[in-house]
C-alpha cells in the first residue's frame, strides 16, 4: 500500500485504507471516496492540491489529506 500522495498522474489505484480522525472520514466518504473505489490520480504536483477522477467526478484534496488515504495501485 502506498499514501495517495505518493501516486503519480496517469496512475489508476484502489482505495484501502483511511485513516484519520471521524470527522476526517466522515467528510472523505462523503464525497465519494469509499473503500473499494477505484481511482484514477489526473494532476499531483508538488505543493499543489492532489486532482483525482473517481465515481464520476473530479475531486481536489489537499496534500496532507491526501497522506490519510492508502491505496493499492491496478496492474
Known amino acids: 500500500m502506498v499514501s495517495l500522495d505518493k501516486v503519480n498522474a496517469g496512475q489508476k489505484v484502489v482505495v484501502a485504507e483511511i485513516k484519520g480522525d471521524t470527522r476526517f472520514q466522515n467528510r472523505i466518504t462523503s464525497i ?10 489526473l494532476y499531483n504536483e508538488k505543493k499543489l492540491p492532489l486532482l483525482f477522477y473517481g465515481r464520476d467526478t473530479v475531486v481536489a484534496l489537499n496534500r496532507k489529506e491526501g497522506k490519510d488515504v492508502f491505496v493499492e495501485v491496478m496492474s
Open 32 to 41: 465519494g471516496l469509499t473503500l473499494g473505489c477505484e481511482i484514477e490520480m
